[in-house]
């Protein structure tokens, strides 16, 4: 009877002590609201993908775990700009990139530029689990995929119709002779995906997957495959993925600065990430948003968009999903 | 009389209120004491360096200006680790990388993985002023590069015989069947170069240009052309640009990082950057060093290693180059 019930405090104290919480995006962009039947996909997909990372959570997986997970829902989903249903190149192709962060060790992994790679964050955390290297791209990082047992796609997998239109659509608003050039501000819905998590071992992770901007140019990298400025994650603060028009958050190294203020500031993540989402970006022109966790399972999502695609599961199993604005 | 007297206190004012200063790196790695004849050409290069970048900031010209200057003359001189001299990847390749950004408007630019492009700086200083993008790899680099006039050259250009030694030597070393991965500690020369700038106008600028690692996997990039990891300008803190293990530089942000402690801690430059390679970077295992220079023209030199290859000219025009330990 005793021992039931110092098992019974034990068990009641370890799940205030370690909460779990997952976080995920899938893009920020204008406020756009699609076909019914389509708006509940979203709200569905998002949800199965809250869920397919939080059940590991609630196991005692680990973060890194749940956020490859929630990811490859994601991914896998063609209403999203990550895996398939990716946006396509000015060329008419889909470079694929991803990353992913440990808060721990602060280990991290990402792949830029992939054509293959049918889950390219299954490929950034075989590059940060695998390899001495963090960041691999192009050709070298599909033989690298490939070599770890990374499941290989014809490029073709990726395309969705849709996403087809969107290009010709695009290149139908292009000056000819001018060179061309994706304006991501044009660009009605972005659909980067990406996934905070914190486990019961107190160790936060992020990730982030993307396709890019319909008609980017051949090679483009944005801020989703670089630690510091699309992913990142340091227990001593927060776990940090982000979504918009990466150039900004690459020259704001805005993941890496959100989790600067806290530990050099000590801002809690709600207020650093309104300050480097609302005060810096925004009168720069740097649209977009974040979501993030910090190791006492506070959630955070701050967009400068109209829109942002989101959901979570809090320390309280509360579960919500949102595809528009506040 | 009047007048001229009155000019003559504008120039020293100009001279006390706008001081221009430059430091230059050739990367960090173990105490190497090369023939004379080589040690020579090495501090007369850093030296060409210098005063390359030093005159144009004395003749008003901007920082962007004095890196690119500096680091093109680093990249042609076969004794460093960059542009013609680059070392080779396991698949007997150059692949090279740069990156540079501006203080003022804190626009960037970068390649990653060019094999054809005789001065990857330049490269990366068109993508910042000619393109939306701030980081273009691979093939579209390339033919982004040819397309805005930057030099092309055949591959086998970089090629250098103590290079191609290395690489063997490097392959002699490898277990077979085992995966092949570039060690960087046992590395004796990495030879990264770098430079960073403050012109008349207080507008600093910072840049980055490497090969690599000898060994290292085709596709694989390190800090160098990373912004925030391997090179961050920003006129309210510091410029920064990193040389060594790059993945380490990486996960921690390290240029951003130092620039950040500035601003959010108020630590000196040179108390941001010892702490950063000293207490971060070395108990961690990451090898390397940093330079850099504040908006008072303050220079800092920082290395973990046995020995950096570096110089400067100071606010008062003196000159100093190094190229072994402190």
Redesign the interface.
Known sequence: MKTALVYLLMTSMSAIAAPVAIVIHGGAGNEQRPPAAEEKQRHATLERALRAGHELLLRGGSAIDAVEAAIVVLEDSPLFNAGKGAVFTSEGKNELDASI?EGRT???GAV??VTTVKNPIRAARAVMER???????????E??AR?NGIEIVAPDYFRTEERWRELQEWKAKQTPGK?Q???PAAQEHLGTVGCVALDQNGTLAAGTSTGGMTG???????DSP????GT?ADNRACGISCTGH??FF????VA??IA??MR??NQPLADAARVVVQEVLRPAGGRGGIIGIDREANIVVEFNTAAMARGSIDRHGKLSTATLGR
Chains 1, 2 share one sequence.
């Open positions: 962060m602060r280990g991290a830029g530029n390899s001495p290297h963090v960041l691999l791209v192009g050709r070298g990082a033989e690298f070599r060179p050039s994706a304006n980017k140019q051949p090679g483009r990298l944005g670089l630690i510091g400025a990142y990466g150039e690459i020259r704001n190294v890496f600065d600067a203020r050099y500031q």
